[in-house]
Nanobody, 125 residues
């Protein structure tokens, strides 16, 4: 079993930056997991924002965040990060960290086995 705990959300103004962290614990070899960051805004479906494979070498970004968000991971610290720059009002959502016990990343939420509780990001315009 793997536990994921997100942190770093908050209320910021448009144009600001935030860095989200997701710490993995439990019976896990974190370095063998694909990791993803999803978000869900009120009334909308959960969407993949960014994902990375086990090494951090292969990454995926949604078109809406390309050039603004960066996903990274530190396997020695069992942590994956999401650096969010130039935040926009439309980035407002609950952000979730997700893990899959396979080395690759995946683009569908139902392909991930473990989820964090989420952290709220609110961007005022």
């Amino acid at each position: 079993q793997v536990q994921l705990v997100e942190s770093g959300g908050g209320l910021v103004q448009a144009g600001a930056s935030l860095r989200l962290s997701c710490l993995a614990s439990g019976r896990t070899t974190f370095s063998s997991y694909g990791m993803g960051w999803f978000r869900q805004a009120p009334g909308k479906e959960r969407e993949l924002v960014a994902a990375t494979n086990w090494s951090g070498y292969n990454k995926y970004y949604a078109d809406s965040v390309k050039g603004r968000f960066t996903i990274s991971r530190d396997n020695a610290k069992n942590t994956v990060y999401l650096q969010m720059n130039s935040l926009k009002h439309e980035d407002t959502a609950v952000y979730y960290c997700a893990a899959v016990p396979r080395g690759s990343y995946y683009q569908r939420a139902d392909q991930y086995d473990y989820w964090g509780q989420g952290t709220q990001v609110t961007v005022s315009s």
